[in-house]
C-alpha cells in the first residue's frame, strides 16, 4: 500500500497477490476437514465457540475485502453487523420469518446500506475515511436505542430471538446444527470473495489499492468500484451479523459498539491484510486472546491483551500471512533437502 | 426359563434394595452438577473491563466475602468455589460466558451477573438450562417474573419501586410541585422514568420538563440550564454517579434551588457529594435500602463491624466509601444464607426453592428495618427504602421504612 510498507514487505509477498489471497489446494482440504470433523468430538460450548469463530471470521472477511481489496479502511463495521443482527432479530420476532430467509435480508439491506455509504465516503480516503465509518459506529448504538424504533427494536432492552431447531428431525444439537449451517454459509461466501477477488472485478479493486489515478487511467470506474467494495462488505457483515443474533439469542445496541468494530479491524490485522484465509486466524485472536488474558490476569485483562497484543504486532508484523509464508518457505526447503 | 426369571427377579429386587438402602444413608444428601460433599461451586460474570468496570469491585467483594467463608470452614463443611468471568459489559461476551459456566466448569448456579442487558442475553439461556441465575445485579423491574423465568431472581429494589417512593413522597409533601426530570438515556433512566410516572398516576402532569442524556455526554451543563428555564420547583435526578455530581455542581452555580432529588445509585458520599461540595449537597433528598460505608453513624452498629472487620482482614485495599463493596458483602451473605438454607439438598431446584422462601432475613449491611422476604410469586428480595436527606456531610434518614412493592 503506502511506499514505507513496501519497503518492509519483501517484494515476493506483494508481487502475487492473486495467489497470496488464499490457500494451497492441500491446506484448504485439511482445513475444511478439521471444520467439519473437530464439532463431532467436543462440547455444546466448544461448538458455540466454534460456531462464533465462524461468524465473526465472516466479519473480518467483509472488511478484508475492503481494505485488503480496495484500499479503503473502516472503522464502522459494527454498524453494518448490527443492521444485519437487527434485521435478523426484528424479521424472526416481529414477522416469523424463518430464520434461513432473513439473512439474505439481512444480507441485501446491509449491502445497500454500505453502498450509500460508499457515496459521501468517495471524497475522502485513509484516515478521514476512517474518522468518518468511525463517526457511524459510535451513532449506531444510539440510533438504536431511538424511541421511534423502539416499538421494533425493544429500545434499550434489545430483542430475544429464538435459536431454531435443527430440521427434519435431525438427532443433533442445536448448537451443532447452528454450526454446521453457519459453515455452509462461511464456506459459500468464502467461495465467492475468493473468487471475486480474482475477477475482473477484484483486479479492478486491486488497482484502485495501488494506485487510484493508474486504475483510472487504465479505464476502471475508481467511484463504481469503491462503493461497490463498500456495498459488498456491508452485505458480508450484515449476514455475519444476522447470524451472530441467532448464534446469541439476543440483540441489544450495547453489543455492538465502537470496541466491536475495534475487535473486528484488529482480527483483520492479525490475520494479515489483504490475504483471506487470515480472517479466522483473526477471528480466533479476537475470541480466545481476551479469554487467555482472563486467565492470566483478572484485574489486568486489559493490559495483558494489550501486552499480547503488542508481541504479535511486533513480531510478526503481516500476521497470520507471515506466519503461513514463513512456514511455506520451510516446507519448500525441506522438499529440497 | 422360570428360574432364569426367578434369577432376574432376584437380582432386580437386590439391586433395588442396595438402592434403597444407599438411598436412606444418601437422604439428605443430593445433588445436582457442580455440588458435591467438598465444594460447591458458583459462577458469576462481572465487567472488569469496559465501560462498566468501575462494578468489577463488587466480583472481587463478592469473591473476598467466599473466601472468608471458606476460612471458617466453608457451608457445612463444603467450600465455596466461586469462579468468575469478565464480560466487559458486552451482552455477547456475557453468553459465552455463561455458557462456559454451565457446560465447562459445571455450577451449580450463575449468582449475581452484572447489567441489564447482560442479563437479558443469558436470561433464556439460563431458564432453559434449568440453572438458578440468582440476585441479578440490576435494578430492572423484569427479572420479578416467576411465571416465565422460574429460574431468574433479582436482588435489590427495582427502579420502578424506588420511584414509586419518591412519587409517594411528593404528591403527601409537595402536592403542587413542578417537576424537572434529568434521565439517563439507558434501560435504568427509562425504568426509572416509567415508575415515577405510574407512581404519580393523574399527577403525571406535575412533571414539567423531562431532559435525556447520554453516557457518553462529557458535561451535562447544558441541560441543567434548560430545566431551570422552565421554572420548575423540584429536581429529580435519575442519574449515574458521575453526572449527579455535576449535576448538584451546576445546580450550585446557577443558585437553582429546587427541591432535589437523587436516585439511589448516586446517593453516596464519597462519589456524589464530597467530589460535588458538600456546601451544594444541603438538602438533597434519597433513599436508601443499604448503610453507607462512609457514614460515621454505623461506626458502632454490630452489622457493619462485622463488615469492617471482614474488609480489613479479606479485602484490605477496598475502597469503603464505594457503595458497591458494601453491596457485593450483602450479595454475598444472602446467597450463602440460601446455600445454609438448603442442608444437604443440593439441587438446582431445591436452591431456587429456598431462594423463594426467605423470609425476613437481614444481612449487615441492609439499613434496620430492610429486611429480605420473598415467596414462590414474589421474586423481588428486597422491596422497602427509607427516605433521608443531606446533612452537613451525611445522610440523616427520616419518616418510615416504606415499601415500593409494585402492585401487578
Known amino acids: ?337 | 426359563m422360570r428360574s432364569k426369571q426367578k434369577m432376574r427377579i432376584a437380582a432386580f429386587s437386590t439391586v433395588i434394595a442396595f438402592v434403597t438402602t444407599s438411598g436412606a444413608a444418601l437422604a439428605q444428601k443430593k445433588y445436582d452438577t457442580g455440588a458435591t460433599d467438598a465444594e460447591i461451586k458458583i459462577g458469576n460474570i462481572m465487567p472488569y473491563s469496559g465501560p462498566a468496570s468501575a462494578y468489577g469491585v463488587i466480583g472481587k467483594t463478592e469473591a473476598a466475602y467466599f473466601t472468608k467463608i471458606n476460612a471458617e470452614g466453608g457451608i457445612k463443611g463444603r467450600k465455596i468455589n466461586f469462579i468468575s468471568y469478565d464480560d466487559g459489559y458486552s451482552p455477547p461476551k456475557a453468553v459465552e460466558q455463561a455458557r462456559k459456566l454451565v457446560e465447562s466448569d459445571e455450577v451449580l448456579l450463575v449468582f449475581n451477573p452484572l447489567g441489564t442487558p447482560s442479563n437479558s442475553a443469558i436470561q433464556k439461556y439460563l431458564n432453559s438450562k434449568k440453572v438458578p441465575q440468582l440476585f441479578v445485579a440490576t435494578g430492572a423491574t423484569k427479572w420479578n417474573d416467576p411465571k416465565s423465568f422460574p429460574w431468574t431472581m433479582g436482588w435489590q429494589p427495582s427502579y420502578q419501586s424506588e420511584a414509586r417512593i419518591y412519587a409517594k413522597f411528593l404528591m403527601k409533601e409537595k402536592p403542587d410541585a413542578k417537576i424537572a426530570i434529568l434521565y439517563q438515556n439507558d434501560d435504568f433512566g427509562k425504568d426509572y422514568l416509567k415508575g415515577l410516572k405510574d407512581g404519580l398516576g393523574a399527577k403525571a402532569s406535575a412533571i414539567v420538563a423531562e431532559e435525556s442524556y447520554e453516557t457518553t455526554e462529557p458535561t451535562i451543563d447544558g441541560h441543567i440550564v434548560k430545566l431551570k428555564s422552565t421554572g420548575a420547583d423540584t429536581f429529580i435526578s435519575i442519574t449515574t454517579p458521575k453526572f449527579a455530581a455535576q449535576a448538584i455542581k451546576k445546580l450550585g452555580e446557577i443558585e437553582w434551588k429546587p427541591l432535589h432529588i437523587v436516585s439511589n445509585v448516586s446517593a453516596s458520599v464519597g462519589s456524589v457529594m464530597k467530589p460535588a461540595g458538600f456546601e451544594n449537597s444541603q438538602g438533597i433528598l434519597s433513599a436508601a435500602y443499604a448503610k453507607d460505608g462512609a457514614d460515621p453513624q454505623w461506626d458502632n452498629d454490630p452489622g457493619m463491624k462485622k463488615f469492617y472487620a471482614f474488609l480489613e482482614k479479606y479485602y484490605p485495599e477496598a475502597n469503603k466509601l464505594d457503595g458497591s463493596v458494601v453491596f457485593g458483602y450483602g450479595v454475598a451473605q444472602t446467597m450463602a444464607k440460601v446455600i445454609e438454607m438448603c442442608g444437604d439438598n443440593l439441587t438446582r431446584e431445591n436452591v431456587m426453592k429456598q431462594a423463594a422462601s426467605l423470609k425476613d432475613f437481614a444481612p449487615d449491611t441492609l439499613l434496620p428495618g430492610v429486611k429480605i422476604n420473598t415467596s414462590a410469586t414474589d421474586f423481588a428480595p428486597i422491596e422497602q427504602l427509607q427516605m433521608m436527606r443531606f446533612k452537613g456531610e451525611k445522610w440523616e434518614l427520616f419518616g418510615d421504612i416504606i415499601s415500593g412493592e409494585l402492585s401487578n
Open chain 1, 1 to 337: 500500500m503506502s511506499a514505507v510498507q513496501e519497503v518492509v514487505t519483501p517484494a515476493a509477498i506483494e508481487a502475487v497477490p492473486k495467489r497470496a489471497m488464499t490457500l494451497g489446494y492441500g491446506t484448504s482440504l485439511i482445513m475444511l476437514a478439521l471444520l467439519l470433523l473437530v464439532p463431532l468430538f467436543v462440547k455444546n460450548f466448544i461448538i458455540f465457540q466454534l460456531t462464533m469463530l465462524l461468524i465473526y471470521g465472516l466479519a473480518v472477511l467483509a472488511l478484508n475485502i475492503l481494505t485488503g481489496g480496495s484500499g479503503q479502511f473502516s472503522l464502522g463495521q459494527s454498524a453494518f453487523y448490527a443492521v444485519g443482527a437487527y434485521t435478523s432479530a426484528i424479521l424472526m420476532e416481529h414477522a416469523g420469518m424463518n430464520y434461513a430467509l432473513t439473512l439474505p435480508v439481512a444480507g441485501l439491506i446491509c449491502f445497500g446500506f454500505g453502498f450509500l455509504f460508499g457515496q459521501p465516503a468517495l471524497r475522502l480516503s485513509g484516515v478521514y475515511l476512517a474518522l468518518a465509518t468511525f463517526a457511524l459506529a459510535t451513532a449506531m448504538p444510539q440510533l438504536l436505542k431511538l424511541g421511534y424504533f423502539e416499538h421494533w427494536t425493544g429500545g434499550v432492552q434489545g430483542l430475544v430471538v429464538t435459536k431454531p431447531d435443527a430440521p427434519f428431525g435431525l438427532p443433533i444439537s442445536q448448537d451443532m446444527w447452528l454450526y454446521y449451517f453457519t459453515l455452509v454459509i462461511t464456506i459459500a461466501i468464502y467461495i465467492f470473495s475468493v473468487n471475486l477477488l480474482q475477477s475482473r472485478s477484484g483486479r479492478a479493486l486491486m488497482a484502485i489499492r495501488d494506485n487510484e489515478i493508474a486504475a483510472s487511467a487504465m479505464g476502471v470506474d475508481v467511484a463504481l468500484y469503491k462503493t461497490l467494495a463498500f456495498g459488498v462488505s456491508a452485505g458480508i457483515t450484515g449476514i455475519a451479523g444476522g447470524l451472530g443474533a441467532i448464534a446469541v439469542q439476543f440483540v441489544a445496541p450495547d453489543a455492538y459498539t465502537i470496541t466491536l468494530a475495534i475487535s473486528l479491524f484488529l482480527g483483520m490485522v492479525v490475520g494479515g491484510v489483504g490475504w483471506l484465509p487470515g480472517s479466522i486466524v483473526g477471528s480466533a485472536f479476537i475470541i480466545f486472546v481476551p479469554n487467555i488474558a482472563e486467565g492470566i490476569s483478572k484485574g489486568l485483562s486489559g493490559a495483558v491483551f494489550g501486552v499480547l497484543l503488542f508481541l504479535v504486532i511486533f513480531l510478526v508484523p503481516h500476521g497470520a500471512r507471515q506466519v503461513a509464508i514463513v512456514a511455506q518457505q520451510l516446507m519448500g526447503k525441506l522438499k529440497r533437502n
